[in-house]
């Protein structure tokens, strides 16, 4: 089930407001996570990914869930090196995307859920989602390939 996520909004000069939320931009590459049915990852243009990452295929994400983040490969400094991502996302050969998976696996940072038990949560406010996705990701999730942003 794809839904069409939420964009950036540029804006010229930063701000302080406590009525507003502001998040890094990480350098990658927009990412639904879905277990509506069964396992189903998406691109930001709808493309249906799953089988390209199996990394992040995880039990532990309730069904009826959708997440919205972002997926990033870090450089040795930790930071978000894009273009090694690219490489990693243009690799679709079934015998070369298990060993990609480990040798050079990508990291889910979930920002936002979408969907929690079936049902669509966002209308609620995101400070409500961020409690939500705090509490649907286990603690044990907090490893290589995933990364919870709150």
């Known amino acids: 089930m794809f839904i069409s996520p939420m964009l950036?909004?540029?804006?010229?000069?930063p701000f302080d407001d406590d009525n507003w939320l502001s998040e890094l931009k990480l350098d990658g590459i927009r990412f639904l996570y879905s277990t509506m049915d069964g396992?189903?990852?998406y691109a930001r243009h709808q493309n249906e990914v799953t089988v390209r990452f199996p990394e992040l295929v995880t039990s532990q994400?309730?069904?009826?869930?959708?997440?919205?983040g972002e997926?990033?490969?870090?450089?040795?400094?930790?930071?978000?090196?894009?273009?090694?991502?690219?490489?990693?996302?243009?690799v679709c050969s079934p015998k070369r995307i298990p060993i990609m998976s480990r040798?050079?696996?990508?990291?889910f940072c979930a920002f936002d859920v979408v969907?929690?038990?079936?049902?669509?949560?966002s209308h609620l406010p995101l400070t409500a989602r961020k409690e939500i996705l705090?509490?649907?990701l286990p603690e044990s999730l907090e490893n290589l390939?995933?990364?919870?942003?709150v």
Do not use: A
């Open 8 to 13: 950036l909004h540029k804006v010229d000069i």
């Open 39 to 41: 396992f189903n990852f």
């Open 61 to 68: 994400i309730p069904k009826g869930t959708i997440l919205d």
């Open 71 to 90: 997926i990033i490969i870090s450089d040795e400094d930790g930071k978000p090196d894009f273009e090694e991502l690219m490489s990693r996302f243009q």
């Open 103 to 107: 040798i050079n696996p990508v990291t």
């Open 115 to 121: 969907y929690d038990k079936g049902k669509n949560v």
């Open 134 to 136: 705090n509490d649907l």
């Open 145 to 149: 390939v995933w990364h919870l942003v």
